[in-house]
């Protein structure tokens, strides 16, 4: 059972560093390229920083369910920290549903009424998606604490989130996270990585195969995997791929401009 959980966890931690990495490459290569410094960009700024924050606070995350494996008795009279270094995950993701639900609605926007788009009547100020994400994240906090009066009774067999929490908050977060998937299917990513191991999760009280306690941390290693495999595919597009440049040759006597798809300055010698 705990090498299941360790081989879930490793996984984790490898999907944690690629979306870390990337995202950081993603973040400091649009920053220092002016060109690529648009308004349109502003919600993919946001969700690379979201997407490298997550990546971090789940590598702790995965970090700790390691050690409560290998290690116990370091966390047995601080069982709490199971909690407190998963919410922050948690928080992240559900932010960035709200996140990626703005973009897919913006790009609508923005091909669909192109011309109403930019001239500004449609866009939407960035300030209120991110106050509108936050305050999506922080109701996890109020459900937890508030509704379902959750006192960090951690039961001794558990190791990740899923078990920790109570059962009131358990039934408020599969829910919650599986319905807010279904805006987002329109992207396989979302709907492999996000959506299923959320139904599964929702599964694991009747099922024994998707309980916590024996597969480990997989909601939270899936939705890693998944930001990992968007974040090269980003890079891919914004950064790896090299931009065309126009240049300048003249043929017969006739000056004529072309697009050079490499970055090297080549010569070329034509006769008459």
Not at 110 to 137: C, D, E, H, N, Q
Not at 257 to 269: F, L, M
Request: with cysteine; proline share 3%.
């Amino acid at each position: 059972m705990d090498s299941i959980i360790c081989m879930v966890c490793l996984w984790g931690i490898a999907c944690a560093i690629v979306t870390t990495s990337v995202n950081v490459k993603l973040i400091t290569g649009l920053m220092s390229n002016k060109s690529k410094k648009n308004d349109e960009m502003r919600l993919f700024y946001c969700r690379f920083i979201i997407d490298m924050c997550f990546g971090i606070s789940l590598f702790t995350s995965v970090l700790i369910t390691l050690l409560s494996i290998r290690a116990p008795d370091l966390i047995q009279d601080y069982r709490s920290i199971i909690i407190l270094h998963s919410l922050p995950w948690s928080n992240l993701a559900a932010c960035r549903s709200i996140i990626a639900l703005s973009i897919t609605a913006d790009r609508v926007l923005a091909a669909y009424f192109p011309i109403s788009y930019r001239t500004g009547k449609f866009m939407m100020p960035v300030w209120l998606i991110i106050s509108t994400s936050i305050a999506f994240a922080l109701s996890e906090e109020i459900v937890l604490f508030g509704c379902c009066s959750y006192d960090f009774v951690v039961p001794a067999n558990c190791k990740v989130f899923g078990c920790a929490v109570n059962k009131c908050f358990y039934s408020f977060w599969t829910i919650h996270k599986s319905a807010n998937r279904l805006a987002l299917l329109d992207t396989v990513v979302v709907l492999i990585f996000d959506f299923i191991p959320s139904l599964c999760g929702s599964m694991s009280l009747t099922a024994s195969f998707f309980n916590f306690e024996v597969i480990g941390p997989y909601i939270a290693v899936a939705k890693v995997t998944g930001c990992a495999i968007e974040a090269i595919i980003v890079a891919v597009f914004l950064i790896a791929k090299k931009p065309k440049q126009l240049k300048s040759i003249t043929v017969n006597g006739k000056k004529v401009t072309v697009v050079n798809h490499s970055t090297k300055q080549t010569t070329s010698t034509f006769q008459k």
